[in-house]
């Protein structure tokens, strides 16, 4: 058989169609008749704004608007999901944190001879944990009325001193002297008057002073079962928390009060959830009565990069509506403290993605919330059955993945650093050389140095840094190196030299020192050069907000495609209502219609 050549016509009419004339034509395939199309569309869309110019230059610039307005909501959308809730730490009122964002976590060691709470102690604090939260049983202290044995807490206490862990203390469970009559048993009973509950606190913290700075009223009192089978509200639970507010600072005026942590769901159908029972306090002028609010920050199932936020949505960014709803009650400048943080282990989550959530958790809160403190851990230790040992970091005495990151030296130096927002001068990320002395006002520590040479080194994270500085006739010149380099402040001879003495009136002002930074660590050194004073009452670091330029460029476009739909539509009004002259359009003869037409063979 002969294979023709492929030029050759073919004579089979196979796969063609006949003409009138008899003559065959090639079907046109897909790609044909979809140019075909296309060109029929352009031809009519060109003819349409021949014949009816008005028409189609309403009908674009309506389009361009459109586009123009859903770029804007694109853009609105996706600002929303990366940065809400992320602050820079700049951001007045500052968030003036009374502790560093130091490791911490929820222990119950009651049940521990006092040898194994020293061991425990040991063990949390050869771990880098600067923070524990215990409970406090009022009913098993003041069993009898007026009469306080702590022998329980004591040593407790003591261990965690003697290793530097401060105590957060959760006072729970009223005794049942104190109790209403016809309060339901449940796991917490609530006193029947808040002087008696003002009473204890005042001696608990009296009783400890410095070693337990931190108290909190109560534990979910938003459930029945710890509030007497009655769940609390936020203004029946606001006369408890003035009463233990007032009764800590009578014990100890440095002690800080932390709100009850609070369940995000009611128990019992009468019941309200968090964000109800805070806005409830706020209601009720409650925000003259604590000085930090307490959240319960359950990841769930979701990784802490999941950013939507929702009151149905159980993640880590649940906590962004905390703090809104705080700024929208004015209080934008209490921090909020995760009392109880964690993810629990189960089918969805393992121990390494437990430990993996955890950290990236804390790393997401110290780069992007100022506004959050101590991030507690749910639980150090529980036994296999108990609940809390799904969230444990250590449950039954073994170590996790969870452990083993958490004390990875790494991450214990970026705990210790000062990230995003208000570092103290108590902070771990603040050192000193030479003599320094301690000045207490407008409810934090000041340190001053008249000496010369004498210095302060700020470890941080962050793309700039703002500074309480005195400024006034007393304060001294002083030099200012980042990163081991001279950062020149346009003082002195050789203009390497920082001073902000402007007048005779001696202020506290912030100062920005530095910013546009890498956000990495830095290392930070104020010495002072000259004699005279130099005092400082803290520092905040500051942190640019990421993923910036998608907005900015979304938000270039829209603009600009608004601009040209807004100035189309204003072309075409100014047209019909005869302000302007509508240029003369060249002639736009008809395209002639050509029949089916393809390239005849070569012979």
Do not use: C
């Not at 070693?211 to 769940?231: C, F, K, T």
């Not at 403290?337 to 958790?361: C, L």
């Amino acid at each position: 058989m002969v294979r023709p050549y492929p030029l050759d016509p073919d004579d089979s009419n196979r796969g063609r169609k006949v003409n009138a004339a008899g003559q065959g034509t090639r079907r046109a395939g897909p790609g044909a008749q979809l140019s075909s199309l296309t060109a029929d569309a352009i031809v009519a869309l060109l003819d349409l704004r021949h014949r009816r110019p008005d028409l189609t230059h309403f009908l674009g610039a309506l389009l361009l608007l459109l586009v123009g307005i859903v770029l804007i909501a694109s853009t609105s959308l996706t600002d929303q999901y990366l940065h809400r809730g992320v602050e820079s730490g700049a951001e007045r009122p500052y968030v003036v944190q009374s502790s560093g964002r130091e490791l911490a976590t929820n222990v119950d060691l009651r049940i521990f001879t006092p040898e194994d709470i020293r061991d425990v102690a040991a063990t949390l604090g050869d771990a880098g944990f600067g923070y524990v939260r215990q409970e406090f049983s009022w009913a098993e202290v003041e069993t009898n009325q007026g009469q306080f044995n702590w022998s329980l807490y004591d040593p407790i206490v003591e261990a965690m001193n003697q290793e530097s862990i401060a105590v957060i203390a959760v006072i729970v469970d009223a005794p049942r002297w104190s109790v209403a009559g016809e309060t339901v048993i449940s796991n917490n009973r609530p006193p029947a008057d808040p002087d008696d509950l003002q009473r204890f606190v005042r001696e608990l913290t009296a009783h400890y002073g410095d070693q337990v700075p931190y108290v909190q009223i109560w534990d979910r009192p938003n459930l029945a079962s710890e509030w007497g089978g009655r769940p609390a509200t936020g203004a029946t639970f606001q006369p408890f928390l003035a009463a233990g507010f007032y009764g800590a600072r009578e014990g100890n005026a440095a002690v800080r009060v932390i709100t009850p942590e609070l369940a995000v769901l009611p128990d019992v159908a009468e019941g309200v959830g968090d964000l109800v029972f805070l806005r409830g306090l706020y209601s009720a002028d409650a925000e003259d009565v604590f000085d930090i609010v307490g959240i319960a920050l359950d990841g769930g199932t979701n990784s802490p990069d999941d950013r939507r936020v929702s009151v149905e949505r159980e993640n880590f960014s649940r906590a962004i509506l905390t703090r809104e709803l705080m700024v929208r009650h004015g209080d934008a400048e209490t921090p909020v403290w995760a009392t109880t943080y964690g993810w629990p282990v189960g089918s969805e989550v393992s121990r390494e993605e437990q430990a993996e959530y955890v950290v990236r958790g804390l790393e997401r809160a110290w780069s992007e919330w100022p506004w959050m403190g101590l991030m507690i851990q749910w639980s150090f230790a529980a036994r296999a059955e108990d609940p809390v040992a799904k969230y444990a970091v250590a449950p039954g005495g073994s170590s996790t993945p969870l452990y083993r990151r958490l004390t990875d030296p790494d991450l214990r130096r970026r705990s210790d650093i000062a990230n995003t927002g208000f570092a103290p001068m108590s902070a771990e990320a603040v050192t000193f050389e030479g003599i320094w002395d301690d000045q207490h006002l407008e409810g934090r520590t000041f340190r001053t140095t008249n000496q010369v040479g004498s210095s302060i080194t700020l470890r941080l994270q962050g793309t700039g840094l703002i500074a309480f500085l005195r400024s006034g006739p007393q304060a001294g010149a002083f030099r200012l190196e980042l990163d081991g380099e001279v950062f020149p402040g346009g003082y002195g001879e050789e203009e390497d030299l920082w001073s902000f003495f402007v007048s005779f009136r001696t202020d506290d002002l912030p100062r920005r020192l530095v910013s546009g930074l890498d956000d990495e660590e830095h290392t930070l050194r104020i010495t002072l050069m000259e004699p005279g004073e130099l005092t400082l009452g803290g520092f905040v670091v500051e942190r640019e907000a990421p993923f910036v330029w998608p907005i900015i460029l979304l938000t270039t476009i829209s603009v600009i495609v608004l601009f040209l739909g807004l100035r189309s539509m204003i072309y075409l009004v100014a047209i019909r209502s005869g302000h302007l002259q509508r240029r003369a359009d060249a002639p736009f003869p008809a395209l002639p219609r050509l029949p089916d037409w393809q390239a005849g063979r070569r012979a």
